[in-house]
């Protein structure tokens, strides 16, 4: 399975400004997919990150707060923007393949706190 | 609509004795499911899918589309599966939808 390495592992950020998070993958993959796990909940998935096309973002999640880059296929960022204690989570990338065994890999996390 | 739900928060158990962490999907086409875990300061993991039956650290999970159920189960539980763990349903997009997970417990 890929292998993902995530930063920043932990922030403290101040109300008002944006954090970036970065995915880095150690092979190709098409589907890159970020989620959110507030705490004491699930994931929820923000948006799907595809190489050469605009993010697709799930209901309630939109561009300008989470806006997100996917360069090329091992490389994706999120953004958390205009920050509020709301946005406090923990934020992981996934990947995936196209193949039907396949269940998906996870970075380790940001871990996100606004103040 | 799309849902997975697990009912149990918590489940504690004592060493040795029987595991069972349910999981119930809906879904209307044919499902994709997985079980991932979580242990203390590590990442999410899978741990089983459905389509390999296939029994990983003594855990197994049979789908069972008539009781529309992906439950979890181990006959001997042991310490070291105490760990948060998530049922999840992959999607003809190949998202993953969560449910909200139990932690599991095993006391000595």
């Known amino acids: 399975s890929a292998v993902i390495s995530q930063k920043p592992s932990r922030d403290i950020c101040q109300r008002g400004t944006s954090l970036t998070i970065q995915c880095q993958v150690d092979?190709?993959?098409?589907?890159m997919f970020w989620y959110r796990q507030q705490p004491g909940q699930s994931l929820t998935l923000i948006a799907t990150a595809n190489q050469g096309s605009e993010a697709t973002y799930e209901s309630g999640f939109v561009i300008d707060k989470f806006p997100i880059s996917r360069p090329n296929l091992t490389f994706s960022t999120l953004t958390v923007s205009n920050m509020s204690p709301e946005d406090s989570s923990i934020y992981l990338c996934?990947?995936?393949?196209?193949?039907?065994?396949?269940?998906?890999?996870f970075g380790s996390g940001t871990r996100l706190t606004v103040v | 609509a799309q849902r997975v739900t697990q009912p149990e928060k918590l489940l504690s158990v004592f060493k040795g004795a029987p595991v069972e962490l349910k999981c119930n999907y809906s879904y209307s086409g044919s499902p994709e499911l997985f079980w991932y875990v979580q242990y203390s300061r590590q990442r999410l993991q899978l741990l089983l899918r459905?389509?390999s039956r296939e029994s990983i650290k003594g855990f197994t999970a049979d789908l069972n589309k008539g009781e529309t159920s992906f439950h979890l189960k181990k006959p001997f539980a042991q310490e070291e599966d105490s760990a948060m763990y998530y049922c999840?349903?992959?999607?003809?997009?190949?998202?993953?939808?969560f449910g909200s997970g139990t932690r599991l417990l095993v006391r000595p």
């Open positions: 092979s190709q993959v098409t589907m």
């Open positions: 999840a349903l992959r999607d003809s997009s190949y998202k993953l939808i």
């Open positions: 459905h389509i």
């Open positions: 996934s990947v995936n393949r196209d193949t039907e065994m396949y269940g998906g890999t």
